[in-house]
């Protein structure tokens, strides 16, 4: 690299810095763990990730968080908290609303007719910061309201414990939930005594229907219940290759009771795999 006359690199200068080797043991591990990929191109994304992690561990390089993870066995009680700062989480309530007006006006009332109403099983299997789980609650505590309406409880799973912590308190900027239609926001939304703060918490009867629990799409077996009735699984396969997709939707199918129905995410597909599952929507299974 051409350097700016009078300009002499320091060795901190490096070592605040991945080195292509460096990277790539970063890159392999995470892939292995996680099943995202991370392309070369991400690198000063990847660096400065990875400096929230120095400044918690009191590290002052990335060559030595490194030496740490790779040569001092460092992975072994530092992997949880890597991958915490290494995931994406972007969500948000009502995020991709035909999911959720196909889910009451046809998925419910489809398991009812066949015998599954009374005790709906759903699983978010990538629930980052809670969004889509209290979305889904909202729908299905509307629905319970009616002489027929559903009982149900959710499973909400996130390989990320720091974004699993903000889900199970429920508390969000008063920003976040404008997408809620106002009248499901008067009713499953409470603001915050304290205006200033604007943040909003979700009431405590959609959080008592929500059980949160750290799971990682790349070990299997998975441990939640079978026989769910409905999986919501959305914009997370797209980090994933096309070998790593149809392995995580084998095993979320073998956990979809006959009848149930699996939501992807709007740029998500099954083509070219082989699974017992019927498209019924905008990007929704039924399984066979």
Known sequence: MTRAPGFTATPSDEQDRLSPRNFQRLASFIESYSGIKMPSTKITMIEGRLRKRLRATGMPTLKQYCDYLFDKDGLA?????????????????????????FLADQAVPMLQASGRGTALKVWSAA???????????????????????????????????????????GIYPEAMVKPVPPELRRRYVMRSRDRARQQVRIVPELRAAVRFARLNLMEVPYQVDREMDVIFCRNILIYFDKETQQGVLRHLTDHLRVGGFLFLGHSETLTGMRLPLEPVGPTVFRKR
């Open 77 to 101: 009680s530092e992997a949880v908290q890597l991958i915490d700062v290494m995931t994406t989480n972007k969500t948000e309530f009502f995020r991709e609303p035909d999911h959720f007006r």
């Open 127 to 169: 629930c980052s910061i809670g969004a889509e789980p209290y979305t889904i609650a909202m729908v299905l505590a509307d629905l319970a309201q009616q002489p027929t309406g559903p009982r149900y409880g959710i499973t909400a799973t996130d390989l990320s414990t720091e974004v699993l912590d903000t889900a199970m308190s």
